[in-house]
């Protein structure tokens, strides 16, 4: 103890008592330390606990909130249900007038668009997350990486607007006639082309889809491709691997899930999308072999619909398209989720 | 690697040409008469505050319901329940839950709130708006406290941190980026949903901050004004789609700030 | 300083005029009268500081929130049938008029240019006339050089009150149409490409040569679209103006139309514009909040007395005067509160 600490703990002797604790605390305290300890312990096992519970309640409550969404739809969707039966799974006519709904057309949009939105979104927006992380200056990163993600800023109904009054039109005069005439003499591919040039359809729609899932797909694989420990890319480059290898073999298989997690969130979005479908679809109740031929998707179903639907099978059928669109959604998940079990395995 | 500067360039080119629509058709109705006058009838001036108050109301509120549970409910995915039933079953739903067309969550709304209450309220359409932030809040914070490296973890308890505390200190801060991200994405999406507040926040042609009556909302105008046949309602729709997509990116440039300099390999 | 003393005066402005309670009247339907109804509410709003929240969100979703007494009026462009308006307890009446004409996108063809009738309007829907150089097309327009080109056929793909209208009078003049397709505000269509909204239709004629589409008059006058001329009931030949419309009012017998259900299309009289209908508002005979539905009410009479000017402004045709007294009589009549109390009383 220095000097000055004496001269002070002299003086302390006479003055404030809170002080003197605090000082003789190093002595006196151990036995109360023990308790405080304790007290501490509780209240950090306490909290902890608190903490615990509340995450699982969340979690439970995600499930209720489903099931909450489930049991509205199922309710709504009964009386058409039973008036068709499974026919409604299997039936083309969508005919308001005479009340005989099928839901196969809308099945089979929603399904196509996504694929061709899919087809085109993830290659696209893994390319673009591994130019932002491994090859883009530093200054450019941020800028870019907003840009993109400016694009799930852009409400829904905007993309409609542009679809219909830019995409279509150039479409339609400059890519589709082109595209038509190409597979024109092409066995398979000439039905799955053929015209004539409406510039609205299944192919735009899933262009237009692709265009506004890329930032899900993008953001999300650029996040998880920057949380890759620097030492094993440091290590493969130091083995003398290119940036391709490196990204193929090191940084795609650690971050495999990350990306399915953001494929996932895109196709999701592509899914459900309601608005930007509707304005660019052509919105027909018939199933074509043609990519460019006017179709219908589920929500844009239900948007274009429900509003005015007058008479209660009309809007459970509505409400029933709904219903199986998150049966859909469900199927897709789970063929994804095993196509990735799959691949754990292959990996090992 | 040319084909990944090929991919940023095209996908630089769209968005070029969207806000070049944007811009083009919204730009000249920008003035401060859009932020200080309510929504006027076709051929008379007005602007977008109502809406605009309404928007933020709505969104502010979604998201405040909206992200503790989605934070949550990911922590626990992430944290305590890695590999048991609940989680597996959670994350499944909650990837349902995403692709959920917002018109069937309006629906939803509509029935166990609206019909209820019988009338429409902002308040109804904040919480639609919550549910549609929730999975998209859950599947990027599981996502990315997946993330964090497990020897984090082992340092914090080896220390005597209790798990609450390192899920809050040392997780939540790892993974602060991404989680951020997830909420930005989540109000990106809310921010011009149409369908779910059609049925639940109605929406209201004058000035009304009333949590419990008809509230209006940006979306809601926009659509109504971009379908209808008048040239001043157009412009104002497109006025109000262009304030939307810069709020969207002045959010991100904050949060971007806001997370620091990203980490550099 | 000047932007902060705006912004302060506007939210000082905003937190004056915050609507009490009392006068809190809603209203939801029919996106046709949506620009109307907002102007008389501004309007109505600037005179007597009472304010109405109208909102479009379809003639079905206004006549569900109705039926629900979620809102205090609804509205709808298809009138309910009297049985259905006992059923629900509602009572309806017209508010306005406006008439739908067939636009057409053909090369060399000017508005007034080109003649059609019902039955080879029915023809080109139904897909049977294919090309715009067909004998019948040719036969109406004897010194008009039609081209060889095939007919697009444009259609609204949401359900519309626009749609229940123009398909109302295509199964009036066409048998076949009738029964192979009939009227709704939506209906299985034969063939063609779906649009949303008048903005959707308008623009896929403009943008596709050889198309033919039908919209509001507001969209094609606003827009400048090509319209064509059709012959009427009478075999006249008539122009879409907005005297033609009101001569398709004006013949038809409102007085002892039980619950106003009136269609106004293929109308008698020289000069009625074949396709035209009134747009109605919905109100519960025993309506839960009296207050409002008096409000209401009040509102609706001094848009009678002082809106049409208003309406003529946005090519809408107001109500003549005479059935204006009727539609007065019945609210005396048939609105009370649930002591039995009138809560309107006609002012004649």
Redesign the interface.
Known sequence: MSAHAVMTRERRDEEAPVVEVAWEGQVVGARQDVEERAKALDR??L??N???L??????????A??G??ML??FL?SLPALNEFGLDFFLSQ??????EKFGALAPIYGTLVTSLIAMMIAV??GL??A???????P?WL??P???????????????????G???L??FL?QHVQPGVIATFANVPGLSALFAG?P???GIFTAGLILA?MV???V???SR??F?????VL??AAYGLGCS??EVMRYVVLPY?R??VI??V??G?????????AV??VI????KISSSLLA?G?T???T?????????GDLY?SSL?AL?LI??FI??VV??IA?YLLLRIERRIG | MVASVGATLIGLSWLALILGALFWEGFSGLSLRVFTENTPPPGSDGGLLNAIIGSLIATVLAVAIGTPIGILAGTYMAEYGRHDKLTSVVRFINDILLSAPSIVIGLFIYEVMVRPMGHFSGIAGAVALAVIVIPVVVRTTEDMLLLVPNTMREAAASIGLPRSLMIQKIAYRAARSGIITGILLAIARVSGETAPLLFTALNNQFYSTNLNAPMASLPAVIFQFALSPYKDWQKLAWTGALIITLSVLALSIVARALTGARKSS | MNFIKTIVAAGLLAAATLPARAADISGAGATFPYPIYAKWADAYKKETGNGLNYQSIGSGGGIKQITARTVTFGASDMPLKPEELEKAGLIQFPTVMGGIVPVVNLDGIQSGELTIDGPTLAKIYLGEIKAWDDPAIKKLNPSTKLPSQAIVVAHRSDGSGTTFIFTNYLAKVSADWKSKVGSNTAVEWPTGIGAKGNEGVANNVVQTKGAIGYVESAYAKQNKLTTTKMINKDGKTVAPAPGAFQAAAAGADWAHAPGFYMILTDEKGAEAWPIAGATFILLPKQPQDAAAATEALKFFAWAYAKGDQMAQDLDYIPMPDSVVKVVQKVWSSEVKDSSGKPLFAASN
């Open positions: 950090l096992r909290s902890d608190i903490f615990k509340m995450t699982r309640s969340a979690a439970i409550f995600v499930l909130l489903l909450g969404v509205a739809l709504g006519s969508w005919n308001p007038v005479t290659p696209f390319l673009i591994m130019f932002l992380t491994e090859l883009c530093m990163r941020r870019i990486g907003i840009a993109i993600e400016l694009l799930a800023g852009i409400p829904s109904i905007i993309y409609g607007i542009w219909l009054f830019v279509a039109p339609q004539p409406y510039g609205i265009i890329l930032p899900f993008t953001s999300i996040d998880v920057e949380a890759v420990p620097p890319k440091e940036t391709w971050t899930v990350g997690g953001g996932m969130l196709l999701g979005r592509a899914l459900g999308e309601t608005m509707t304005f052509g919105n027909a109740h006017p219908t589920i929500s844009a239900i948007a274009n619909e429900f509003t005015e639907a007058v809007t409400i709904g669109l998150f959604t469900f998940l789970a989720r």
